[in-house]
Structures are given as structure tokens and as C-alpha cells.
């Protein structure tokens, strides 16, 4: 069922169930204000009769019968009984009352404990005592409201008919005020269709507004705002990393080519070889750090955690760096520490060690003393790698610049690489829920500071 015929439908159960409560009081009401309005009537008709016929010497029943007769305050089918003291029936004047049997125990009783009532559908009779100081007659008076009874059915059918009217007036009045609330709804809807995968630019104009739709619609632009950029990043990664490929292969396919438009001396081929095998590392490592990059970025949740030891892995890393390049000069600085734990990081043990070859290949490759000074540093809470060179620096303004994926700061121009590894060093140290940050200025050496924190 449709949002709109619900809510409809709720507020029409809702308003008849008040409507409805409302109306059967005042039928109620009206029901016992007829009734009371009755009694008052027979109540009249007795007590008159009774005062003329006991109280007036001269009216005596054949003449009371006379005047009663030609009353234009009877009842409509009106029967009309006097008791006297002695229970004896001393005038009757029209139907008979039908509703009671009169017995000398009932008039008793009624002198002695108050009116008798009885109602059918068609007849209401009243029986009462006539309190004249030292006689207690009593006056039996029964008939039919024609005319209250006519006029209170006349009411309910009103009621009933406007009632009726009135669900159909609250469903229809329902309907319309649940589609002009909702009517922002349906535009969202219509809006969110017409964005597409191939078009993430558009947004819903909802949005400007305050209401609950309007928060929605701002919530739909912030998620479309972060997956254009996301889609916009991925394409961006697609055609640099491409790039970045296409470089050494065509420095590759050119070599090749060269080398093959004559016959060369086995020294030629020997360099050319060395020079195409240097490319082929170079495109080696870049696909791999591609490869962890997608990893990292795609399938976090995937990437298996456990203890790793951070002094092994600065060991391990370091001897690949030198093995990379023999030029190259490490040393390693490991802070005393109480305990093993000290060192110890819950992590993914190839993402951080490629983090620590990253770095430190880094500090050697833009250093013209290729050398790398790595201090490992830890205690209960903390756990901190600092990478520092004596090389060329890096601008200030380019501090965070070089953690965006394929990023080269001016300064590294003449120096070979991709722009790739420092947004995997990022990359890996926040899925360790780390931090990685750079103290540097051009020409005056870079320091690249990692902080692992742990709840212990
Ligand atoms: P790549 O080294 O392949 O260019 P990175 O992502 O590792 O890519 O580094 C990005 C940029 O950061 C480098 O191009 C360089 O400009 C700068 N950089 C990184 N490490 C250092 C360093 N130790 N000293 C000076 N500049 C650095």
C-alpha cells in the first residue's frame, strides 16, 4: 500500500474514532434530556390531575373526566390512574398502562421507597406518590413521546449522515494533504532517477530547503559529492598509473629499437641490455606497488593483522634497500625498550615492511650521500619510525602535496620514480591507524616521522 492511502487511511480511522466518541455523547445526552423532559411531563400530568381531583371540593370525577378529556397537555395514548390512601382506584382516565400490574404492595412500596419507572420502544410510564399533607395517593401516568422520540431519531440519522459524509470529506482531505507532504518525496525520486553513474555532477535542488526531505536530499548530494570525487580518483589513478607505465615501456621499445637498426658491437648490446633491464626493474616495482596500492585501497577489511616485530622488519627492509642499490647506506637506531612488546604492532607485515623500503629508499635516492638514518622508537602507548636524510629537502608548501598519489615535487625532477610510494606509506599507516607527517626544508635534509598508537 502506498505511503499516501496509509497515512489516509490512519487519519481517517483516527478522526472518525474521535468524531464518532463525540457524537455518541451528545446522542446520549440528547437521549436523556427526552426522557427527563418526559418525566417532567407525566410527572405534571399527575400531580395536576391529583391537586384538581382531591384538592377541589366541586371536581368530582365525572367532571374531572370532562376536563381531563378535553386537556391539550394529554399525552399522546395517555393512561392516567389516582390511587387513594386506601390503594383504592379512584379515577382512570384513558389507555390502560399495560407496562405494571398495580398491586396494593407496589403503591406501598412506591409511597415508601420512591417513583417506578418502565420504558419500552413505544411507551414510558411513571409511578409516583402525590404527597398532599395526610394523604399519600399515588398517580400512575403512562403514554408515548411521539415527539421527543421523533425528534431524537431525526437527530441520529443527522449524525449518522454527516459522520458518513464526514469519513469520506477526512479520507479525500487526508489523501490530498498526504500527497502535498510527500510531493517532495516523489520529486527526490524523480530527481535520483535522472542522476546516473556516467553524470554524477547533477544534484537534487532539494536540497536548499530545511525540512526532513530537504536533510535527506542534502545527505543523497554529500554521498553523490564524495562518490563523483571517488569516481573522478579512480579515473585519475587509471590514466596516471598508465602513464606512469607507458614511460619506461616505450624508454624499453625505443632502446630495442635503436639497438636493432644495425648490428652492434657485443659491449653495445651488453649496456643497452643493462640500461633495458634497469627499466624492466623500475616497471617491476611500479606494478607492485600498484598491485599493494589497489590492495590497500580496495580491500581493506581482507587484509589480514597479527603481531609483527618492527626491529626484524627495519632489518629486513634495510637489507633490501641496500640490495636494491649498493650505493646505498643505512643505519639503523633501535631506542633501548623494557620489552618486546614495546616494539611489537598489530599490523599487515608485507604493507608496513613495503611502508619502512619506501621511505628509506626514498631518504637514499634524493640524498647525494644516499644515506638513510632510521631510529625506531617505542614504549606501551606509542610506537614511532623516523626516516631522516641530509638531502635535498623538501618546499614547505609541498609537505602534504606529496602524500597525493602520483604527486612530484619540483625538487625531484631529476630524479627517477613515480609519485606513488608516499601515498602508499600514507595509505598503509592509516589502515594501522597511524600517522605519518614530514619535518623538511629544500635543501636542508627531510625527516619522515610514522606514529602507531596502541590501547593496551
Ligand atoms: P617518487 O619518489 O617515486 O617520486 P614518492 O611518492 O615516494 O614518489 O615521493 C613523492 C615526492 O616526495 C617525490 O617526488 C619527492 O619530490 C618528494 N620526496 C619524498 N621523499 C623525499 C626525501 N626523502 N627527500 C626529498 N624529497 C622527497
Known amino acids: ?83 387513594d390512601a386506601n390503594n383504592a382506584l379512584i379515577f382512570h382516565l384513558g389507555e390502560d398502562h399495560g ?56 437527530q441520529a440519522r443527522v449524525m449518522l449522515v454527516t459522520f ?56 543523497f548530494n554529500d554521498l553523490l559529492e564524495r562518490l563523483e570525487a571517488a569516481f573522478a580518483a579512480q579515473k585519475n589513478f587509471i590514466a596516471n598509473a598508465s602513464h606512469e607505465m607507458r614511460t619506461p615501456l616505450t624508454a624499453i621499445s625505443g632502446q630495442l629499437e635503436v639497438l636493432l637498426l644495425k648490428e652492434r658491437s657485443g659491449e653495445d648490446y651488453r649496456n643497452a641490455l643493462n640500461s633495458v633491464l634497469e627499466d624492466m626493474h623500475s616497471l617491476n616495482r611500479l606494478s607492485n606497488r600498484l598491485l599493494l596500492m589497489a590492495q590497500a585501497e580496495t580491500d581493506a577489511t581482507g ?7 618492527m626491529d626484524e622488519l627495519l632489518w629486513a627492509a634495510r637489507s633490501e634497500v641496500i640490495r636494491t642499490d649498493a650505493q646505498n647506506r643505512v643505519d639503523v637506531f633501535i631506542a633501548e625498550v623494557e620489552e618486546a612488546a614495546d616494539i611489537t604492532i598489530q599490523g599487515n ?13 626514498n631518504a637514499c635516492k634524493y640524498s647525494n650521500d644516499h644515506h638513510a638514518i632510521v631510529t625506531l622508537k617505542g614504549n606501551r602507548t606509542q610506537l614511532s619510525i623516523e626516516v631522516a636524510d641530509h638531502g635535498s629537502g623538501i618546499d614547505t608548501a609541498d609537505h602534504e602535496r606529496i602524500f597525493q598519489q602520483f604527486y612530484r615535487a619540483p625538487s625531484a625532477a631529476g630524479t627517477k620514480g613515480h609519485g606513488i610510494g608516499l601515498s602508499l606509506v600514507k595509505r598503509i599507516t592509516e589502515l594501522h591507524g597511524g600517522r605519518v607527517h614530514v619535518e623538511s626544508e629544500l635543501g636542508a635534509g627531510a625527516r619522515f616521522i610514522v606514529s602507531f598508537y596502541r590501547a593496551r
Open 99 to 154: 407496562l405494571l400490574e398495580i398491586t396494593p404492595a407496589l403503591l406501598d412500596s412506591i409511597r415508601k421507597q420512591g417513583d417506578v419507572e418502565r420504558i419500552t420502544n413505544d411507551r414510558e410510564l411513571l409511578a409516583f406518590s402525590v404527597n398532599k399533607p395526610n394523604e399519600r395517593s399515588v398517580a400512575v401516568v403512562s403514554g408515548q413521546d411521539l415527539y421527543g422520540r421523533g425528534k431524537l431519531q431525526d
Open 1 to 83: 500500500m502506498r505511503i499516501r492511502t496509509r497515512l489516509a487511511l490512519q487519519f481517517l480511522v483516527l478522526a472518525s474514532l474521535i468524531v464518532g466518541a463525540a457524537f455518541i455523547v451528545v446522542y446520549a445526552r440528547a437521549a436523556e434530556f427526552r426522557q427527563e423532559q418526559f418525566h417532567d411531563r407525566m410527572r405534571s400530568r399527575g400531580e395536576n390531575t391529583a391537586s384538581l381531583l382531591l384538592d377541589v371540593a366541586e371536581v368530582d370525577d365525572h367532571l374531572l373526566r370532562k376536563i381531563e378529556q378535553k386537556s391539550p397537555v394529554r399525552l399522546v395514548k395517555e393512561g392516567l390512574s389516582i390511587y
Open 349 to 361: 607485515e608485507i604493507l608496513l615492511r613495503s611502508l619502512l623500503v619506501n621511505l628509506i629508499e
Open 303 to 309: 587484509i589480514s593483522f597479527a603481531p609483527v616485530r
Open 164 to 219: 458518513l459524509i464526514g469519513l469520506v470529506l477526512i479520507f479525500l482531505i487526508g489523501r490530498a494533504f498526504a500527497r502535498r507532504a510527500l510531493s517532495p518525496l516523489q520529486r527526490l525520486v524523480m530527481d535520483l532517477r535522472t542522476i546516473s553513474a556516467s553524470d554524477l555532477s547533477r544534484r537534487s535542488a532539494l536540497g536548499k530547503g530545511t525540512d526532513e526531505i530537504a536533510q535527506v536530499a542534502v545527505s
